[in-house]
């Protein structure tokens, strides 16, 4: 039964790793795009002042720029941990 | 009026160069007068790729610094007629390029050419900024391997914003994809990406699929254009890219796994 259950198993193929990997990744890139250069350093820079007063991951903070018409709004999220 | 088309791919190796000697020849075997540019300043390849590495006197950087005309420098394909070649310097590094100097060399061509095809060094740094700055069309090679697909997003992202069309707000960069090394054994086993996947993760329009062949090392040991090769896998479906990129319509071939018939199976039929 156990040898049944072994064989019949299907080892997940590598392409299919490959195109989940990379519909992740594009989307991640494509998010960035047409950002303004200085993002990637604001997002850092925003990470370390919010690090001297709490501990938050690398993944806890969120940034996004929209543009309307004349303006354009600079979105901050941070999830904080429970204290 | 001239189309300057750029051959770009942000990776290295996945078959820029082979591709832009290959379209090139194709174009001009048609009848359109075409100059392929390289553009990869201090490793050039194109030369050696179409078989004119002894013939180069002067290059694309004498010409923008007013060392040589540009039909000094220009070489006149041996095989087709309608078809120059621009080498790149080999001595110069890559800050010899301006834009003012690119732009008053495409301008000239622009006169006399049909196609002006310019081939992108690897990477997003300035030669290759500068290869797809003035373009009208990109053709983005790009494997069936995460890497390389990842990178012709990056450049996809730059052609959309780091070009004179988007800087002018005109029409886009019409934007082509090229699938080289193709190996549909691979893809059928599960082990390579299959031409669906590149397409629905790019989402750009496909120009041609060109399988893994290994017409394409003959050709390039020989210093031919794979094009020429018209009984390889890769001569003719470089030849049906270009037949599309002219505007037909041309079915996919080699995109599947070719039967083996009893013959080829007991005496181990060679690929061409």
Known sequence: ?83 | MAKIIVVTSGKGGVGKTTSAAAISTGLALRGKKTVVIDFDVGLRNLDLIMGCERRVVYDLVNVIQGEAGLNQALIRDKRVENLFILPASQTRDKDALTQEGVAEVLDKLKEDFDYIMCDSPAGIERGAQLAMYFADEAIVVTNPEVSSVRDSDRILGLLASKTRRAEESSDPIKEHLLVTRYNPERVTSGDMLTLDDIREILAINLLGLIPESEAVLRASNQGVPVTHDISSDAGQAYSDTVSRLLGEDMPLRFHEMQRKGLLSRMFGGGRR
């Open chain 1, 1 to 83: 039964m156990k040898l049944l259950e072994f064989l019949k198993r299907e080892r997940k193929k590598s392409a299919s790793v490959a195109k989940e990997r990379l519909q992740i990744i594009v989307a991640h890139q494509r998010s960035q795009r047409g950002q303004p250069d200085y993002m990637p350093m604001l997002e850092r820079e925003l990470l370390e002042v919010i690090r001297r007063y709490v501990h938050v991951d690398d993944d806890a903070i969120q940034i996004s720029l929209d543009s309307e018409d004349n303006c354009s709004v600079l979105e901050l999220n941070v999830t904080l941990p429970k204290s």
